[in-house]
């Protein structure tokens, strides 16, 4: 069978169990691990800490195109889909080792931009780059590894969400993959509504202080979203034996993309992917106290419910069910 | 200018001023800096032990062909050559995350037999796969993050050599690159050569323990050989400020590749790369000591000198100069 027709996630549990078989020799300093293959990052008890690590690659015309993207953004991107893998545990990033494999004839001045991009990232979020691997390669591909730890004992987990929680999101779902629809297929829009939907799908911001405030009041389950809302709750919903009821006329969409896209919008906002958003649930209780303490944007989106299947309902505002294209984010199947 | 222009070396070196210019918001928890970019591996202080991080990818075709090496030699060899990079620094390996990407035309038992390998190697050394990502790409190319911990408060570092110290190597430099030339050019050897050859270049065993037993015994300077034995001592000259003096006729040449490779045997021991050997230096007792308690073939070829410039000088057992072509091997320059 090829990997295709296996996809991404059935490629991941196959992996995962043949690494299951894997029992290394356990002496005095091997720590405990908590969280491992499966998750978007490994976490470990060491030294009364928990560590994190997380990696992510980036792809030349898989995951970007040079035509659209800059040095600079391509940068600032390739770590902060790390540091929304560390945000949505709920941990603190520290150090990140960088790989980068680059056809011969790359500008020098590119890379230096590259790393200008991702210095610009670090600094805000107090990582320090401290190692990496330079590479030839017939295609620029971007792989870092990013460390750090847990300031709480606990930690935002796909796997903690209860039926009778709110579903809830930050910011506004849909944009990135409105920015990618923009620049793909160059659609004009105003200056100001480029500028958005470009930094949207190019410089997301990965919400690393929302992840920590998370943990600290208590909220059940988290991920961030890269495959897209309903395929990212999905995951949600798998992990945690639950199902989960979607008001889609509460998504939060961004003006700039309802403007622009329409009756579009909403299907952006569910499939679109690569937001990193984090998209958890909570008790009522504890929601309450995170839309009031967090400062970005914080929208009650649905409920998690104990029907089975594992899956994710779509309803209006009526209590109707909603139909919609649902094809997620699937890496070795997808022809985005 | 080009990347190919500017070679491996000076590209690492631009990207490592361009780091330092990162001050992250340092806060309680931020760790100690004592290696950073431009060494194999990273290390940092944290709760009063020493964390390390080292990062290596594989490209297909530029680091491995799929027409000699089997997924599972594959599987074995990414993850040894991260072990290697903790060898160097005389440390203990902990987790790996593994980044892997592929075309989605590539068979699941390939995958499968692939991370059988790297399982394979992982237990024998108490590695724990806890982590990692999978993406679709046109060629196979893998990263492996390998993060370890230092049982001493000393590390092996290239910058640690004085002159009169000895210089030692481990095993027999050379046999990697043997087995790469008879696999590319298809040369016939008996059943015994062509394993013996073949595994040294695809199944190269890290020197984890030996590294361990030179930081305990005191020795100076370490690197493992990656790039070929004359650069990488070059590395340890530059990094020290001293000199090299290599006395050619007693370099360790395993006697399959003596007894294949003739005259070339030792062109390819002293330029040929990928050995994942140690090569060290140490005082004449302290080295005395590690022939003595290292249970591998450790061979003394040389000394260091306090001879400007910081280079290796090549001499026979009469103390005459040899010539040798000494390209080493650059991942933007080499054609190889």
């Known amino acids: 069978m090829k990997v295709s027709e296996l996809g991404e996630f059935g490629l991941i549990d196959l992996l995962a169990k043949t690494v299951s078989r894997t029992k290394p020799n356990r002496h005095p300093r091997q720590p405990e ?38 040095w600079s953004e391509l940068g600032w991107k390739s770590l902060a889909v790390n540091l929304s893998d560390i945000a949505a545990i709920g941990g603190a990033p520290g150090y990140a080792l960088v790989s980068l494999s680059l056809p011969g004839d790359t500008q020098v001045e590119d890379v230096v931009a590259f790393y200008e991009g991702m210095n610009d990232i670090a600094q805000r979020f107090g990582v320090c780059i401290v190692g990496g691997d330079t590479c030839r390669a017939p295609i620029v591909s971007i792989t870092i590894t990013l460390l750090g730890n847990s300031r709480s004992q606990n930690l935002l987990r796909r796997s903690g969400a209860v039926p009778g929680d709110m ?14 629809e923009m620049m793909t297929y160059q659609l004009q829009f105003n200056e100001e509504a480029t500028t958005c939907l470009r930094n949207a799908f190019h410089r997301p911001w990965p919400r690393i202080t929302e992840g920590q405030r998370l943990v600290e009041y208590g909220a059940a389950a988290a991920i961030d979203i890269s495959d897209g809302l309903i395929a990212d709750l999905e995951h949600i919903c798998q992990a945690s034996h639950v199902s989960a009821r979607l008001e889609v006329d509460s998504l939060p969409i961004h003006p700039v993309v309802k403007e622009n896209f329409g009756e579009k919008a909403t299907r952006l906002a569910l499939t679109g992917g690569e937001d990193y958003e984090l998209l958890f649930t909570a008790d009522v209780n504890i929601m309450n106290k995170v839309k009031r303490e967090i400062q970005c944007p914080v929208t009650v989106i649905g409920r998690i419910t104990d029907e089975e299947p594992y899956e994710v309902g779509l309803f209006d505002n009526s209590g109707n069910p909603v139909k919609i294209d649902r094809s997620g984010w699937d890496h070795f199947k997808a022809s985005k």
Do not use: C, M, N
């Open 33 to 70: 691990l908590i969280v491992g293959i499966g998750d978007d990052t490994a976490a470990w008890k060491e030294d009364s800490s928990i560590r994190l690590a997380t990696v992510d690659s980036l792809v030349q015309d898989v995951h970007f195109s040079l035509e659209t993207i800059s």
């Open 167 to 180: 579903i809830a999101v930050t910011g506004y779902p849909g944009s990135a993959a409105a920015g990618f």
